[in-house]
């Protein structure tokens, strides 16, 4: 027997249906920075190098220099990417930079996407004094129809982060069959905006860290381990035909960080091009990229 609802039951549920036609929602333009920046501000000083790291076309706004592996590839965002500032493109399984030279950096939603989430993690902890690194749990994969697109599910324990190999049944959760995400991207309210957007702890697994965190693997039988290729220079070719349009004090910021490929050696600026005269390394610059490798 269907159970007969209350008068204030009957109430709530007729607000809630004109709240969901009539109000907008609040939380579509919103970006992970608008909830990161209240976990990291008693973390990051004023003048600290903060190095956003898959900066993509939403950057935080505190970083000083940008970093992107697929800087034309859209397909893991929604939009072009964003170059106000100084963009390394590298891999971040290879970071060019010289070590601890970064105050704070801040890797989000990158490391569910590499081949070797422990290279990169130990790139991250040798580059920086301190970071935050942010990916998607499993549940928010399988509810928003992301898990398509990543390579492992995550999960944050004491501080330790854990990489599992999705499986094939586990990658078939397809963003455009999503019914979760189609409410999310409404432009009228709905109850799961609201419910999503108080639970990112949940809905993400992170780790706030300083010195260094720990980083476990777990891959499927006879994974693939795909192992970083020697550096090559990327040919002029294959580059976009701009000048260098990195001001002085971004230039200077970027000759106390960068480094050659091994992490080793001090990158200095000449004639467009970040160089190492004794090992032959150059880093050709477009407006204001920094390239160094490049995927695809």
């Not at 260094?212 to 891959?219: D, L």
Request: glycine share 4%; charged share 30%; hydrophobic share 35%.
């Amino acid at each position: 027997m269907k159970k007969k609802l209350t008068a204030k039951q009957i109430f709530f549920g007729i607000r809630q249906r004109i709240l969901s036609i009539t109000t907008f929602n609040p939380y579509r333009n919103l970006t992970a920075w608008d909830y990161q920046k209240g976990l990291i501000k008693e973390t990051v000083r004023s003048d600290d190098i903060v190095l956003d790291i898959g900066s993509g076309n939403n950057p935080i706004e505190r970083a000083n220099v940008l970093a992107d592996f697929s800087p034309d590839d859209n397909f893991h965002r929604s939009g072009n990417i964003k170059e106000d500032r100084p963009v390394i493109v590298c891999s971040v399984e290879r970071i060019p930079i010289l070590t601890k030279t970064i105050d704070f950096a801040l890797c989000s939603h990158v490391l569910e996407h590499v081949n070797n989430p422990k290279n990169a993690c130990c790139e991250l902890q040798r580059i920086a004094h301190k970071g935050y690194l942010e990916t998607p749990a499993y549940g928010k994969d399988i509810l928003v129809g992301t898990g398509y697109m990543h390579k492992w599910q995550v999960v944050s324990f004491e501080n330790i982060l854990y990489f599992f190999e999705y499986s094939d049944r586990e990658r078939e959760a397809f963003f455009e069959s999503s019914p979760v995400i189609k409410l999310w991207w409404r432009k009228r309210f709905h109850p799961w905006q609201k419910y999503f957007w108080e639970r990112q702890d949940l809905f993400n697994a992170w780790v706030l860290w300083e010195d260094k965190f720990k980083c476990i693997e777990h891959r499927r039988k006879n994974s693939e381990i795909k192992k970083l290729s020697e550096w090559k220079r990327i040919p002029d070719s294959q580059l976009p035909s701009v000048n260098s349009s990195l001001t002085e004090n971004e230039i200077k910021l970027l000759e106390k960080i960068l480094a050659t490929p091994d992490g080793k050696y001090s990158m200095l600026f000449n004639r467009g091009n970040f160089i190492h005269e004794a090992s032959n390394t150059v880093y050709p610059v477009r407006g204001k990229r920094v390239y160094v490798e490049m995927g695809i």
